[in-house]
């Protein structure tokens, strides 16, 4: 997806609420910045440990079983891979100026799962909030103030499964039209003549079934001819959709009557202008010349198609790149480059869903496809698009929607 990188670790130091990372042992894993101000404890202090020989139970409150309900608490997580609420919590820290002066703290805890690709649960994630003020506000404490927050809680939490209901059959009725829209815009998998050719599309995790990536084959006027394109649309959902459809569509026809596909990106560009979501979309666009044996290509911004040789050769097709659609204020031609190719060939087009990782190298990626390509040149399109999905996405499935488009030239 054409979109703005995000760092999840400097996110995970600035969240407010204090958050740590424990290991399936009970280890401190990793702890953001708040967590390290509300315990008082260094982070260094904590990295490495296990949790309840840093948290034994308070000297102050000889009742308290805080480490005993934590611990039930994090053993149920493990247990059901399920989310665990705990009730408000008791814990008197030590002052780190003053030896002896202890503070008392209300916490209010939850405990969740995080699994890795295979469904194992890799970390536990353990979130505190601080809600001292809010007890001490209320002249609470001990019991009281227990059965009070308790209280509060289990409304909010009725309030919020009520939304959930809602929310999830909302969710329900826009994937239905999401399913209807995607079959529509999405041409299906096509002979081209004797041409063969194989359409994947693969939404990403979490999201409805159609997003902002797209592909699209056309005759072309003028011998033996087709254009083949792919698309990325920033954002998920029916929005981002319609932006897709209509930028398809232009392309589309576009592609019919432009004398070469750094044209019919110039006049796409133009449109784009006006349509409100196609800032930063990208696409790449090839003209196939069967007669003559030539592919004719132009991107915008997209990452570059590949040519896959008989002889296993890749080939990446990355001479004529330009920025996204509506990327210049004063538009200007877009480039265009060709290649030769021998009968028996494969061009490979796709969205960059197929090959970037989070904190890789997108070059890392594209050797990745380029190895999988030659590695399998033999397969005929529709078992090589099944296989290169296969090795290239995750097993859980992608956090970025994939388009992949396989033509047997």
Known sequence: MARTSIDYEDVYQALPGMVALLTPDLVFADVNEAYVR??????????GRYVFDVFPESVNAPDAKN?????????????????????LQRYDIESPEHSGDWQEHYWSPVNCPVLGPDGRIRLILHRVEEVTEFVRARGLGGDT????????????????????????????????????????????????????????????????????DWYDLVDLVGGHR?????????????????????LRSALSATSRVADGPGQALNVLGRYANVVDG???????????DFDRHVI??????HPPPVLLHRD?????????????????PEPR?????????????????????????????????LRRLADSLSHHRELDPEPLADTVLRELLPPGGATDDTALVVVRL
């Open 67 to 87: 480490s005993h309900h934590l611990r039930a608490s994090l053993l149920r997580v493990l247990a059901t891979g399920e989310r665990d609420t705990m009730p």
């Open 38 to 47: 509300g315990t008082g404890r260094p982070r260094e202090s904590l990295i």
């Open 296 to 301: 004719t290509y132009s991107s915008a911004g």
């Open 333 to 365: 031609p877009r480039p265009e480059a060709s290649v030769a190719f021998s009968p028996g060939a494969t061009l490979v087009l796709y969205t960059d869903g197929l090959i970037e990782r989070r904190r890789e190298d997108i070059d890392v990626g």
């Open 278 to 288: 196609a800032e930063s979309a990208t696409v790449v666009t090839t003209f196939i």
């Open 312 to 328: 296993g050769r890749v080939e990446f097709l990355d001479r004529a790149t330009d920025p996204p659609l509506d990327a210049r």
């Open 145 to 212: 103030a227990g059965r009070v927050l308790e209280a509060e809680l289990y409304t909010r939490a009725r309030e919020l499964q009520e939304l959930n209901t809602r929310l999830r059959e909302a969710h329900a009725r826009e994937r239905e039209v999401a399913l209807v829209l995607q079959k529509a815009m999405l041409p299906a998998t096509r002979q081209m003549g004797h041409r063969r050719a194989a359409v994947r599309y693969r939404p990403a995790v979490g999201a409805l079934n159609v997003c902002g």
């Open 226 to 246: 087709i254009g083949v394109s792919v698309g990325d649309v920033v954002g998920h959902g029916l929005e981002a959709a319609g932006v897709m459809g209509q």
